[in-house]
């Protein structure tokens, strides 16, 4: 199975490298739109800032590319936040996958922003979650999100809910950390690569 790693300088890339290899999976970094465009599986994670995240994207022509794949796509944190439409992060337009704003957490005395650390998902749907229970712990860090909507595939509430994981089409996308959430993490990255 080919699975292709998106880089795009979006920090976090090798951990994700190695929790695939922790599933027996040799994934490949690549930028090559060609590479992406043929391979089995996508993965495009991130750690980073949305408008310079775009920057890159549209340097490489990734812009262009990825709204037109058709194999199952995963995005992870800023990688899922980068499929909306309009970030508050720099004022940033955005891949325009979803039809999604990205908002900022307005913080308050009890929850600081960023959100950071272990939190429950509820409301779980589709194959992502097999084997998952609600209010399952993973591993968030973020000061951005999306809202809930009719793409929301798993909630999380810090305080008020939020889009833990999305989904339209081929597209899936989570704001945690898979790499970060242990067994649930790992559980989500199987499923994923049985879809």
Not at 15 to 29: D, I, N, P
Request: aromatic letters at 10%.
């Amino acid at each position: 199975m080919d699975i292709a790693v998106i880089d795009y300088k979006g920090g976090n890339v090798q951990s994700v490298l190695f929790a695939l290899e922790r599933l027996g999976v040799q994934a490949t970094l690549t930028s090559d739109p060609e590479h992406i465009r043929r391979a089995d599986k996508v993965l495009f994670p991130g750690e980073g800032e949305a408008a310079s995240a775009m920057r890159e994207l549209r340097a490489q022509g990734l812009d262009q590319l990825l709204p037109t794949l058709t194999q199952p796509f995963l995005g992870i944190c800023l990688g899922m936040q980068l499929l909306g439409q309009h970030s508050e992060e720099g004022d940033t337009e955005l891949l325009g996958i979803l039809p999604f704003a990205v908002k900022r957490f307005a913080p308050d005395p009890e929850h600081k922003v960023p959100h950071m650390g272990w939190n429950t998902l509820q409301q779980l749907r589709t194959p992502l979650f097999e084997g998952l229970r609600e209010e399952d712990y993973v591993y968030f860090v973020h000061s951005y999100y999306a809202p809930v909507g009719e793409y929301t595939i798993a909630q999380g509430a810090y305080p008020a809910p939020f889009s833990a994981a999305v989904q339209h089409q081929n597209f899936y996308a989570v704001q945690f950390h898979t790499e970060k959430s242990g067994p649930v993490g790992t559980r989500i990255l199987q499923n994923f690569l049985s879809l």
